[in-house]
């Protein structure tokens, strides 16, 4: 039988298998043109074997050789979709499904829609080619064949592709094959994976300061480090041999990508083991550490990466690269040069943060924030002077959680700004209530380095001053040590403009950051609290009470109030008392209390009605 004898002759595949080449592209760049040919995969549907076999003939005198015939229109579909060819030659007359049906499905699918497709017509008809057209028909061909039009045509068309594919799949700056060609490739090879039984590794490669590099430097120093580190881990990965991943028969050498901006990834196919992915990514860490030329500046490079295997840690693509990313993630909060593994726990935290994340967002409307209060206290009196408003979010599951444990992923979010505006306005109104109630307390609100940094600030105290009519005297904003040094001159800047609106600064957690008693004079301040780090050693130790003396006494040459935090025991309030410090926060008094609770303190302390 003539198609038996067509089947003898070509390679074809069986259906439930997989070509042993990579994808479309892997020829993409090269501009070898027997390269070019020799890896092309060409497919026909036709419902006359004849017709392919007689196509085949001429290619294969062409010098290509890889082919795909179906007879079947039905099939034709799922088998471009499984073996990806380069080009299809495809007749419009069939039974089943006509050609201009498959054209058309072809040109709606997202993944082959670039698919070029030659119509092979023995129809002269004007109207019929304009048709295939207009849906989409790269060139014509008319039946019978000819041989040296059919090869120019093919040849034509393929180098067309190429240098599309080039386009659509690589990297300009690095040449290395980009975010579109990792997932094609990826989705390629968890495919052969399970064909195969064999595992698989991505590595997502962050590099953490680039962002800082670009500032500093420019776009065009940035893109010549971008172009170096592509070049080492390219050479470095074309030597790991050691991983056990083999070259696969195509000579396929590329498994690094770009995959934006920062981000690199590496895939790491025929793996014996996860392990053997740490080898890729310690060396690639290795030549990461040296030095960088930024043009004509030496930089270096932190980078972290991020392993996931599959089909260990993840089952379909998009987890895989989700996970490499959460690990990568987690290295780079370790804050070196390290890589780290996808585990489920990482996976956890991170699903654990963004319900958590969501939920935040809710807390406000749903008003889930309360504050709670803590007295400030006059060390020589004994007498509150004022308290420290301190958030706490108080779950629909009735759990309450400390601002520790969601102020900082607030501020990633950028959920802070909000958060910020409601405690400052919760605040100011209860200021407002017991300064009506003749309760002339000062009260304290925190302010984080992202509502300092974050612009409008000043404005938004001075609105809620004004929405709540209070003496804004009486209002104390708390910023902690670390953040003066952020940008020292903005700071100084913004403080003085709080200054003006007549509020209270305070410098918070004093000891904990620089603790550079030079700030005491660069920056605009009326009240000092040394943190409570501090007051846990003066008992026993010397120099802690050395240098918290100093401070007061410091802070007094300067003319500011000195608040002790965290204070637990009387004898650190002896100690205090004995060096003149002035106030006084702590557990020994009171812990932070919700207002119900510290309203009644306040009656009860002796408050001086200072009006
Ligand atoms: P902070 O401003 O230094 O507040 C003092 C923290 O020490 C409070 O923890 C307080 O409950 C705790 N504390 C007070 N006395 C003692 C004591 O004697 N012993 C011990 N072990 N701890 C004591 P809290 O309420 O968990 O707040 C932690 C931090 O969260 C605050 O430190 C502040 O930086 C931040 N924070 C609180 N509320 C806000 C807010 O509304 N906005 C912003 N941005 N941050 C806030
Ligand atoms: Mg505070
Ligand atoms: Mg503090």
Known sequence: MLLDKLRALTPQVPANQSLERAPVMDYAGRDDHQTLLANATIMMVDDEPITMEVVQTFLEDAGYEHFLLIEDSRLALDKIL?????????????????????????????????????????????????QALDKGATDFLAKPVDPSELALRVRNTLAAKAYQDQLAYYDPLTNLPNRRYFLDRLEWSIHQANRQNSQLAVLHIALNQFRRIYDALGPTASDQVIRQVAERIRECIRHTDTVGRTHTKEGYDNVLYRMGGNEFSVLCTQLCQPEDAAKVARRVLEVMRLPFDAGGTEVQMPTTIGIAGYPGDAQTLD???????????????????????????????????????????????????????????????????????????????????????????????????????WVLQAACRQLAQWQSQGKWIHVAVNLSAKQLYGGGLVETVAKIIDANGIDPSYLTLELTESLFM???????????????????ISMDDFGTGYSS???????????????????????????????????????????????????????????????????????????????????????????VNNV
């Not at 670039?114 to 004007?126: G, H, K, Q, R």
């Not at 952020?486 to 209270?504: G, K, P, S, W």
């Open 82 to 130: 499984e073996h990806r060819p380069d080009i299809l030659l495809l007749d419009l007359v069939m039974p089943h499904v006509s050609g201009f049906e498959i054209l058309t499905r072809i040109r709606q699918h997202p993944k082959i829609s670039y698919l070029p497709v030659i119509i092979l017509t023995s129809s002269s008809e004007a109207e019929t080619k304009l």
């Open 319 to 421: 987890t895989i690269v989700q996970r490499a990313g959460i690990a990568a993630a987690q290295a780079a909060e370790k804050g070196e040069t390290t890589f780290e593994f996808y585990s489920d726990q990482m996976n956890l935290t991170s699903l654990q943060r963004l319900q958590m994340e969501a939920d935040l967002r809710h807390a406000i409307q749903n008003d889930e924030l309360v504050l709670h209060y803590q007295p400030k206290v006059d060390i020589k009196t004994n007498q509150v002077t004022g308290v420290e408003t301190l958030v706490r979010w108080q779950r629909t599951t009735g759990e309450l959680v400390y601002p520790n444990n969601f102020i900082p992923l607030a501020e990633e979010c950028g959920l802070i700004h909000a958060i910020g505006v």
């Open 486 to 504: 952020e940008d020292a001159d903005y700071t100084v800047q913004t403080l003085n403009r709080l200054m003006a609106l007549n509020t209270r």
């Open 517 to 607: 008693l030079s700030y005491l004079k660069a920056f605009p301040l009326h009240e000092l609290k040394i943190d409570r780090s501090f007051l846990s050693g003066v008992n026993a130790n010397r120099h802690d009470q050395a240098l918290v003396s100093a401070i007061v006494y410091l802070a007094h040459e300067f003319g500011l109030t000195v608040i002790a935090e965290g204070v637990e025991e009387a004898s650190q309030l002896e100690f205090l008392a004995t060096i003149g410090c002035d106030q006084y926060q702590g557990y020994l008094f009171s812990k932070p209390l919700p207002v119900a609770q510290i309203t009644p303190m306040l009656s009860s302390c002796g408050i």
